[in-house]
């Protein structure tokens, strides 16, 4: 069964240090999400991609995060440089379409903590 | 602008017994719904989602939910709770935004099932 992929599973570091956070959607899937969750709370839209362009990155910070999806098919998300709030889980999730209703699959995600 | 509220961060039933987990949402047009579990470090699953149509939708492990239009609510429900069912579940409102669907998550419920 296709699933999305994203490494590393865990990354601990220090604040002010840059992180970098990989994605491959499934084969496919032309839309791409990259959400923040922070402990006990539901999933936050950081950055949305339909294919290689952004379509929506109204929640993210861009004075430290920035998404790429260069060739329209993996994805990096990075943050420099981190701060302590930074400490979350980091989702990235596909999508055939962006159309109404279309199920979203969700990697495992990347727990990054900040000291 | 769409939210959703569920109500009680922590529920525990025991095993055997009916499982319901609410969540009441807003939302500023015909609502999409969706429920998603999260089990420890790992992504989201979904178990189930509402779009038109028949408002008793079945998902998958049992579950099913009802989208009552009236009380604005879809709540979660299942008869006969089962160890496997400890995990933290998510209900999300979907908007979509000149086709680009952006879903609204709720902060979670935490479900225990005790022997």
């Known amino acids: 069964e296709a699933e999305v992929a994203q490494s590393p599973r865990y990354k601990i570091t220090e604040k002010s240090q840059a992180v970098a956070f990989w994605c491959d959607p499934i084969s496919g899937h032309a839309t791409l999400y990259w959400y923040r969750q922070i402990l006990g709370q539901g999933p936050e839209l950081l950055v949305q991609f339909q294919d290689e362009s952004v379509v929506d990155d109204s929640q993210l910070p861009k004075d430290r995060f920035s998404a790429e999806r260069l060739k329209g098919v993996d994805s990096t998300l990075k943050i420099q440089p981190a701060e302590l709030g930074d400490s979350a889980m980091y989702l990235c999730?596909?999508?055939?379409?962006?159309?109404?209703?279309?199920?979203?699959?969700f990697g495992p995600g990347t727990r990054l903590t900040v000291l | 602008a769409q939210s959703v509220t569920q109500l009680g961060s922590h529920v525990s039933v025991s095993e055997g017994a009916l499982v319901l987990l609410r969540c009441n949402y807003s939302?500023?047009?015909?609502?999409?719904l969706f429920w998603y579990v999260q089990y420890p470090n790992q992504g989201l699953q979904l178990l189930l989602k509402?779009?038109?149509?028949?408002?008793l939708v079945k998902g998958i492990n049992g579950f099913e939910a009802e989208f009552k239009k009236s009380e604005t609510s879809f709540h979660l429900t299942k008869p006969s709770a089962h160890m496997s069912d400890a995990a933290e579940y998510f209900c999300a409102v979907s908007e979509s935004d000149f086709g680009n669907e952006k879903l609204t998550f709720g902060t979670g419920t935490r479900l225990t099932i005790i022997p």
């Open positions: 999730a596909s999508s055939l379409t962006s159309s109404r209703g279309n199920e979203q699959f």
């Open positions: 509402y779009t038109t149509g028949a408002t």
């Open positions: 939302s500023s047009v015909p609502p999409y």
